[in-house]
């Protein structure tokens, strides 16, 4: 199957890296990225959780959309907390490229696409263009190491990753409520293909193989980045109210 051409709008530039970059009380330094970046999280726990949520932004770095998200979510309900405001434990990792996401590139330090970096059983070194670099071999980067601890430690039951591309809701594992939760509000497609081969991918890692219902959010590319958190916010809040409620 082709993969995307290069029809789709760029995302706009960030205005200030500095307000999607959280430290203090309860931010942890959880790994560093491949250009020496420390990549920070937060976990919030709730009394009596029967669940995990893992929320991720900035994956791909020039995919600001999602960052912008992750930032406004963080805001609201993370920064400055004590306590998760959801019946869930939540953890939260704003930039995972932050190598990306300061030089406005898709990929980290090393050029490698995160994305395609996970140790999942279609892994490969063959890639068509190179934007979509796997690096040296699955698990090669440190970013991907640190996610996969993450994924070990925290034992997450719902995982949403933020991007942008073409509007859509990409599901893998058992996440269909999930994200029909979310398209509901946004008014987007859902699928469990994105229309291209994505080996190494998180979605495959964690939700195919894994059986982790786990959501791959893509937002339109391009927008006003201030349009993006009250667009979606909705949405995302009443699939993590959904995980709350689920046995």
Do not use: C
């Not at 309900?77 to 704003?94: A, N, Q, R």
């Not at 490229?97 to 279609?122: C, E, H, I, W, Y």
């Not at 034992?155 to 859509?168: E, N, R, V």
């Amino acid at each position: 199957m082709p993969e995307p051409s290069e029809t789709i709008k760029a995302s706009l530039p960030y205005g200030d890296h500095s307000t999607a970059f959280f430290t203090g009380e309860g931010w942890v330094e959880i790994g560093r990225s491949a250009g020496n970046h420390p990549i920070t999280g937060k976990l919030l726990r709730a009394k009596e959780a029967r669940h995990r949520a893992l929320l991720i932004g900035g994956v791909h770095g020039n995919e600001t959309e999602g960052v912008k998200f992750m930032e406004e979510f963080t805001r609201e309900f993370v920064d400055g907390k004590s306590e998760s405001p959801f019946g869930v434990d939540l953890y939260v990792i704003p930039v995972m490229n932050p190598d990306g996401f300061l030089s406005f590139q898709r990929g980290n330090a090393n050029l490698v696409d995160l994305n395609r970096n996970m140790p999942t059983k279609d892994w490969s070194a063959e890639y068509t263009e190179q934007k979509y670099f796997p690096g040296s071999q699955a698990t090669s980067e440190p970013e991907t190491r640190m996610l996969i601890d993450v994924l070990e430690d925290f034992q997450p039951d719902y995982i949403i990753s933020f991007h942008s591309w073409k509007p859509m809701v990409n599901i893998n594992g058992p996440s269909k409520a999930f994200g029909e939760a979310i398209a509901q509000k946004l008014n987007m497609v859902v699928a469990d293909d994105i229309g291209y081969p994505t080996p190494g991918s998180l979605g495959t890692y964690a939700g195919m193989e894994r059986q982790i219902p786990t959501i791959t959010l893509e937002f339109e590319r391009g927008v006003d980045l201030d349009s993006i958190y009250p667009f979606a916010r909705e949405g995302v809040v009443d699939s993590i109210h959904l995980l709350e409620q689920s046995s």
